[in-house]
């Protein structure tokens, strides 16, 4: 059973306490999308709290197709953020889907034994009858990696894509899965999203009280939530399963909304 070293418990601290709140800026987003009345915030924080709840709901009863799709929402969620922060306004997907793979089966391909008992933990059910449909997708990237390559002919940004894509993969190899992943969510992709989550609250908001007290309200609810689970949890299971239960599980409580809110009504006015 996966258990973890010292470096991935810090790593997923870091996770907790840097990357996990990134997402508190939903709040001045919201706003950026009109949710600036006091009512129409509640609205938008209540169907926030709602959509979290069902993703936990869902998959404390379908546990193993909750994670396939948490999986499929971070390659989508990750890419398009690495292709909104390339400023390239073409070649949407095909770019997307090259990063988020990069960076998520890049992960399982470098450390698939480890990957996998950690899904297991997530699951509660054996994961590795999934490891023999693998290729099927490192196929698909190898495809994708081409074509991003040869776009990189014509788009200078795209080389800088390639470079960082593979210093990622330069990471993961030399790391802890979890090491690994916590070094691009916190920053990388953490840092992108907040530059340009900063970036337009500046230029088209101006209440900064707001955007400071909102970010810390969810941060400390974000907190506070995790910690009261992780708590809940270590009756039933070990401190390191309760551990990766909550984060993850938390993350995608979070990330459907957060991609709601954010690739699908942010990205759309401001990209």
Known sequence: ??????????????????????????????AL?????????????FLYLIISAAVIIFWIYF??????????????????CDWSYL??????????????????????FFHTNETFEIFTFLSNLSF???QEYLYIVYICY???????????????????????????????????????????????????HVKSILKDTSKYLSNNKFITITTISFTILTWVGGSLA????????????????????GLAALTLPHMTLVDIFYRRKFN
């Open 1 to 30: 059973m996966y258990e973890l070293s010292f470096i991935s418990l810090l790593a997923l601290c870091m996770v907790s306490f840097i990357g996990v709140p990134h997402g508190s800026f939903d709040g001045a987003v919201a």
């Open 33 to 45: 999308l009109g949710y600036k009345t006091r009512k129409d915030f509640f609205i938008f924080v």
């Open 63 to 80: 546990s193993v197709i909750a994670l396939i799709l948490f999986i499929l929402m971070s390659i989508v969620h990750f890419g398009l």
């Open 87 to 108: 400023g390239l306004k073409k070649y949407k997907w095909s770019v997307s889907l090259t990063h988020g793979l990069n960076i998520v089966f890049g992960i399982i």
């Open 128 to 130: 590795n009858q999934f």
């Open 142 to 192: 190898f495809f994708l990696l081409i074509r991003y390559a040869y776009l990189a002919i014509k788009f200078t940004r795209l080389r800088w894509g390639i470079l960082e894509m593979s210093i990622i993969l330069l990471v993961i190899f030399l790391t802890e899965p979890l090491v690994a992943f916590s070094i691009y969510f916190c920053f990388i992709h953490t840092f992108k």
């Open 230 to 249: 992780i708590i809940y949890l270590h009756k039933s299971f070990s401190f390191d399963e309760s551990f990766i239960k909550t984060l993850f599980i």
